[in-house]
C-alpha cells in the first residue's frame, strides 16, 4: 500500500511538469499555425480562387467553335505549411480544325476581352504547343496536345479529332506570379 501511494506522488510529480510542456507547446503550434494562416492568407478570400468562381467567368466558356467537350478539370486552393496550390479550371477539347486556326481564334478573342500574351511558362509532356495569356491576377493557357495516338494520360476520344487541346483558367496571385520564370 505503501508503495503504491509513493509511487502515486512521483508520477504525479513528473507529470504536471510534463502536461505543462505539452499544454505550452500546443499553444506555441496554434499560435505559430495562425500566424502562418494570416502570413499566407486563406486562398479562397479572393472571389474567383476557387473552382466556382473561376467557371463563373466568361473566359472558361470561351471554346472554339463546333467544338466537343472531352472532359473537365480543376480544383479549389489549397495551403500547406506556406505552400499550396491555386484554383484552376479546365476543360479538354476535341477541334476539327489545325491547331493554328484554334491558336489564332483564342488570340483574337482573347485580346478583344482585354488579356495580354503572356510568358510561355513551360508545357506538359502531353503538349506539342502552349500558348499563355495574362489579365489582372488570371492566367489562362491553352495547350495543344499530342493525339496522333492513344495515350492513358488523354482523355477518351481525343485521337478522333484534328486537334485535342487543353482550356486551363487559373488564379494567380502577385507572389506567386514573381517566382514564375
Same mark, same amino acid.
Given at each position: 500500500? *505503501?508503495?503504491?501511494?509513493?509511487?502515486? *506522488?512521483?508520477?504525479?510529480?513528473?507529470?504536471?511538469?510534463?502536461? +505543462?510542456?505539452?499544454?505550452?507547446?500546443?499553444?506555441?503550434?496554434?499560435?505559430?499555425?495562425?500566424?502562418?494562416?494570416? *502570413?499566407?492568407?486563406?486562398?479562397?478570400?479572393?472571389?474567383?480562387?476557387?473552382?466556382?468562381?473561376?467557371?463563373?467567368?466568361?473566359?472558361?466558356?470561351?471554346?472554339?467553335?463546333?467544338?466537343?467537350?472531352?472532359?473537365?478539370?480543376?480544383?479549389?486552393?489549397? *495551403?500547406?505549411?506556406?505552400?499550396? %496550390?491555386?484554383?484552376?479550371?479546365?476543360? #479538354?477539347?476535341?477541334?476539327?480544325?489545325?491547331?493554328?486556326?484554334?491558336? +489564332?481564334?483564342?488570340?483574337?478573342?482573347?485580346?478583344?476581352?482585354?488579356?495580354?500574351?503572356?510568358?510561355?511558362?513551360?508545357?506538359?509532356?502531353?503538349?506539342? +504547343?502552349?500558348?499563355?495569356?495574362?489579365?489582372?491576377?488570371?492566367?489562362?493557357?491553352?495547350?495543344? %496536345?499530342?493525339?496522333?495516338?492513344?495515350?492513358?494520360?488523354?482523355?477518351?476520344? +481525343?485521337?478522333?479529332?484534328?486537334?485535342? #487541346?487543353?482550356?486551363?483558367?487559373? #488564379?494567380?496571385?502577385?507572389?506567386?506570379?514573381?517566382?514564375?520564370?
Amino acid at each position: 500500500m *505503501r508503495r503504491s501511494a509513493m509511487s502515486m *506522488r512521483h508520477r504525479q510529480r513528473f507529470s504536471r511538469p510534463l502536461l +505543462a510542456g505539452l499544454m505550452l507547446m500546443v499553444l506555441l503550434g496554434g499560435v505559430l499555425g495562425v500566424g502562418l494562416w494570416q *502570413r499566407v492568407g486563406d486562398p479562397t478570400r479572393t472571389p474567383h480562387n476557387t473552382l466556382a468562381g473561376l467557371r463563373a467567368l466568361p473566359e472558361d466558356q470561351l471554346l472554339y467553335p463546333g467544338v466537343v467537350v472531352l472532359g473537365r478539370f480543376g480544383g479549389d486552393p489549397y *495551403r500547406s505549411w506556406g505552400s499550396g %496550390l491555386n484554383a484552376r479550371s479546365g476543360t #479538354y477539347v476535341g477541334a476539327n480544325a489545325p491547331k493554328e486556326q484554334v491558336l +489564332a481564334f483564342y488570340d483574337t478573342e482573347l485580346q478583344r476581352l482585354g488579356w495580354k500574351n503572356g510568358p510561355n511558362r513551360g508545357g506538359l509532356s502531353t503538349e506539342m +504547343a502552349v500558348r499563355y495569356w495574362d489579365r489582372d491576377d488570371l492566367m489562362l493557357k491553352v495547350g495543344i %496536345l499530342y493525339n496522333d495516338q492513344p495515350d492513358a494520360r488523354l482523355p477518351q476520344g +481525343a485521337t478522333a479529332y484534328a486537334t485535342a #487541346y487543353t482550356l486551363e483558367l487559373s #488564379y494567380v496571385s502577385t507572389a506567386s506570379s514573381a517566382s514564375v520564370p
